[in-house]
């Protein structure tokens, strides 16, 4: 990974943490992991993370000081989250909080309907008004004792443009009339960085806000934006402030909402578009990364057991397996909303193939879910990093969402192949392709490691000239910038700064290439630039996965750039990522890669995918299936007991020279399973809830391993566990 030391030692000092060996030491922090909920309290979906962002003012019938005070009374610390672009908001929208309607502030398409999330919910123009009341939300939060609060999902849809509020906000901003987005590039591209800016300087005015009137009663509230990534705004064509947000001085970090919703939409590979859920939610989290990363903003990762669309339990089981192992794949985050929605988990009901009536969860998939979960409260940072060819960025502007709805003079980008063709081909052969912020090139780090940089202007366009000055230096230094493009789509002749003021470019790669001395050319060509290289490719990315065998030039041009221009070594063409964090191995097997086999691990591991948690010597991973293990042999402190695995979150635990105790919660009505490393076979085990001791659903002994695999009822209250040998 990019400049992988800096980022973990940067996020290591941010919260307090100290090397020791490969692997940081965590010292136990409050802040780990979370889950946002809109429903009181329940023993029912007591998840026990560190903690519970309650959703809502008004969210689950109101009495939002009880909701808080429930949380708090159950140990968690407690923040609040809830929508700047939509929300429970009915009593501003119907006139109830100021007497005056506001449903004419909504999101409006072409054809005059506005764009809706729920019944007298639209999306919103974020107006003064708007923001003057959701001012009284967070001002409410705030003095219910929260320590943080996340607007999350500042969304204006590309779609959307045609009210007169967002034609009073045009008017405003630009200083002349409004123009339908529709007729021309220039109207799209306008609308889109109004629509960028009005959500910007909301969220702005909102932290700075928050900051001011906490800070007056005493202490720091922190803000934080819970955001889809870049990717995924730009392929499902919303706009958002994404990158811009970091330079808030009240902005302390994000949540990247990256879930099977997000990653299962269709891409083209191949020239066959379907879902690839494990490639697309490694570059949505890859993409937050780089976004966050040279920062030093503190960064959430966000997976769901389940997602918005009613599919079935098969379904979510293994897409969450897909994006659970993606997330754990980056080994510089450390923090995780472990789930959205626990009342939606535990309670819900979904189809399940065979049967006609809906189903809740399954006690097995319950239980695997809760020792994932579980898991990522003992999850370390790491300083290791994926097998595979490092130092191969794609690069990624804000403005990609820019030019995404409507489309103009035939020129289409269909599901935002002119980045996908940049990228998947790439990660389908297990090279571990990085994504680069331009907006963040001019921070020292951003390209530290890149060895080859691939770029296109078919799907972005570069919002300062001061991107390609970086850009220029780096390649004089040694850099290999990779240029894919026809540069005729119709964006290229919006007006900015590349054809004014004194600019007369034709396409913004023209100023690009006269600082680097490139000649321009219809055909392209390899130039030598400083000690770097620039090749220039008069394709769009998007015919190289659009087109049956289009990758195949282009992955020839940078395995020659990589292996002889940047002389980083061989470029190693593989269908895997593994990787090991402390006793964790993270492994995903890659379908349509040159190479078709499956991947053996050997070693004592737990399979942590595994409801049952089984101790292997052998896993063997095929192809488009991923595994989640832990290794016994790596487990810290072998000489002391220690829960090693487990689907409840343990604490309270007394060790004794012949032995062990420890409390497990975990909500009420789930089965527990837990692997439990000892020094001998115990000779007795209770497991006690309330006085009343338990059955034993599991009291197996595995001599190897030194581990006993002890089961139980869960109860959120706890379950008060005494093993003696």
């Known amino acids: 990974m990019k400049n992988l030391k800096f980022y973990v030692a940067l996020s290591a000092l941010a919260i307090g943490l100290t090397p020791q060996g490969d692997v940081f030491a965590q010292i136990k922090s409050k802040q780990k992991t979370s889950f946002q909920v809109s429903a009181p309290w329940s023993p029912d979906y007591d998840v026990r993370s560190d903690i519970a962002m309650v959703y809502g003012i008004n969210d689950d019938g109101g009495k939002f000081e009880e909701r808080v005070k429930g949380y708090l009374d159950k140990g968690y610390e407690v923040q609040f989250m809830t929508g700047i672009a939509w929300g429970q908001y009915k009593d501003y929208f119907l006139g109830e909080w100021d007497g005056k309607n506001h449903l004419d502030e909504g999101q409006m398409m072409r054809n005059g309907e506005t764009i809706w999330h729920g019944k007298d919910v639209p999306y919103i123009v974020p107006t003064a008004s708007f923001l003057t009341y959701m001012k009284s939300h967070v001002k409410r939060a705030i003095d219910a004792g929260v320590t943080a609060i996340y607007l999350e999902e500042p969304e204006f849809w590309a779609r959307a443009g045609y009210s007169q509020t967002f034609k009073n906000e045009w008017q405003k901003y630009y200083g002349f009339p409004w123009m339908a987005q529709h007729e021309s590039p220039e109207a799209t591209y306008l609308s889109s960085k109004l629509k960028y800016q009005l959500y910007f300087n909301a969220l702005k005015e909102v932290f700075t806000y928050v900051k001011t009137y906490s800070e007056s009663k005493g202490k720091r509230v922190k803000c934080f934006v819970p955001t889809h990534s870049l990717i995924n705004y730009s392929s499902w064509q919303i706009v958002s402030p994404e990158a811009s947000l970091a330079n808030l001085e009240g902005m302390d970090g994000y949540i990247a909402q990256v879930w099977t919703g997000t990653s299962r939409e269709p891409i083209y590979y191949d020239g066959l578009m379907k879902e690839r859920v494990f490639e697309n939610a490694f570059l949505e989290y890859g993409s937050m990364v780089s976004m966050t990363a040279p920062t030093g903003r503190k960064i959430y990762f966000l997976t769901d057991p389940i997602e918005d669309r009613a599919r079935s339990w098969n379904d979510y089981k293994v897409n969450y397996e897909a994006t659970f192992t993606a997330e754990l794949l980056y080994p510089m985050v450390d923090n995780y909303e472990v789930m959205p929605w626990p009342n939606r988990i535990y309670r819900g009901k979904f189809p399940v193939e065979g049967m006609k009536e809906r189903q809740p969860i399954s006690p097995a998939y319950a239980t695997q879910m809760q020792i994932m979960v579980n898991s990522l409260n003992q999850m370390p940072l790491s300083q290791n990093t994926l097998n595979g060819s490092h130092g191969i960025g794609v690069l990624l502007s804000n403005s990609m969402m820019f030019q995404r709805f409507p489309?103009?003079?035939?020129?289409?980008?269909?599901?935002?192949?002119?980045?996908?063709?940049?990228?998947?081909?790439?990660?389908?052969?297990?090279?571990?392709?990085?994504?680069?912020?331009?907006?963040?090139?001019?921070?020292?780090?951003?390209?530290?490691?890149?060895?080859?940089?691939?770029?296109?202007?078919?799907?972005?366009?570069?919002?300062?000239?001061?991107?390609?000055?970086?850009?220029?230096?780096?390649?004089?230094?040694?850099?290999?910038?990779?240029?894919?493009?026809?540069?005729?789509?119709?964006?290229?002749?919006?007006?900015?700064?590349?054809?004014?003021?004194?600019?007369?470019?034709?396409?913004?790669?023209?100023?690009?290439?006269?600082?680097?001395?490139?000649?321009?050319?219809?055909?392209?060509?390899?130039?030598?630039?400083?000690?770097?290289?620039?090749?220039?490719?008069?394709?769009?990315?998007?015919?190289?996965?659009?087109?049956?065998?289009?990758?195949?030039?282009?992955?020839?041009?940078?395995?020659?750039?990589?292996?002889?221009?940047?002389?980083?070594?061989?470029?190693?063409?593989?269908?895997?990522?593994?990787?090991?964090?402390?006793?964790?191995?993270?492994?995903?097997?890659?379908?349509?890669?040159?190479?078709?086999?499956?991947?053996?691990?050997?070693?004592?591991?737990?399979?942590?995918?595994?409801?049952?948690?089984?101790?292997?010597?052998?896993?063997?991973?095929?192809?488009?299936?991923?595994?989640?293990?832990?290794?016994?042999?790596?487990?810290?402190?072998?000489?002391?007991?220690?829960?090693?695995?487990?689907?409840?979150?343990?604490?309270?635990?007394?060790?004794?020279?012949?032995?062990?105790?420890?409390?497990?919660?975990?909500?009420?009505?789930?089965?527990?399973?837990?692997?439990?490393?000892?020094?001998?076979?115990?000779?007795?085990?209770?497991?006690?809830?309330?006085?009343?001791?338990?059955?034993?659903?599991?009291?197996?002994?595995?001599?190897?391993?030194?581990t006993l695999l002890l089961g139980f009822e869960n109860f959120s209250e706890g379950v008060q566990v005494n093993i003696s040998w």
Not at 425 to 442: D, R, S, W
Not at 476 to 496: T, W
Not at 611 to 620: A, M, R, Y
């Open 407 to 706: 489309t103009h003079q035939g020129y289409d980008d269909p599901q935002l192949s002119n980045f996908y063709g940049m990228a998947i081909p790439l990660l389908k052969q297990g090279i571990p392709v990085e994504t680069v912020h331009i907006e963040n090139l001019a921070n020292k780090n951003t390209l530290k490691d890149i060895k080859v940089l691939i770029m296109s202007y078919a799907n972005m366009k570069p919002l300062s000239a001061d991107f390609h000055q970086e850009l220029n230096k780096w390649v004089k230094a040694g850099g290999i910038l990779l240029y894919y493009g026809r540069d005729n789509d119709p964006f290229q002749n919006v007006k900015e700064w590349w054809n004014s003021n004194g600019n007369n470019f034709k396409a913004p790669s023209e100023h690009l290439f006269g600082l680097l001395g490139v000649p321009l050319s219809e055909s392209g060509g390899i130039y030598e630039v400083g000690k770097g290289k620039v090749y220039l490719v008069r394709k769009d990315p998007k015919e190289l996965i659009m087109l049956k065998n289009g990758d195949e030039d282009f992955m020839s041009t940078v395995k020659k750039a990589y292996e002889h221009d940047a002389k980083a070594g061989n470029l190693v063409l593989k269908n895997n990522f593994v990787l090991e964090r402390g006793p964790f191995v993270i492994a995903a097997v890659l379908d349509e890669s040159q190479s078709k086999s499956p991947v053996t691990l050997t070693g004592t591991f737990i399979d942590l995918f595994d409801p049952e948690l089984p101790v292997l010597n052998t896993k063997t991973i095929k192809p488009n299936s991923q595994a989640y293990l832990f290794d016994v042999n790596k487990a810290e402190n072998k000489s002391k007991p220690q829960v090693l695995a487990a689907a409840a979150r343990v604490t309270d635990e007394v060790s004794r020279k012949k032995s062990y105790q420890f409390l497990a919660k975990s909500p009420s009505k789930t089965n527990n399973i837990m692997r439990i490393l000892l020094a001998n076979k115990p000779t007795k085990v209770t497991a006690t809830s309330s006085g009343k001791e338990l059955s034993l659903t599991k009291n197996d002994w595995d001599e190897k391993s030194k």
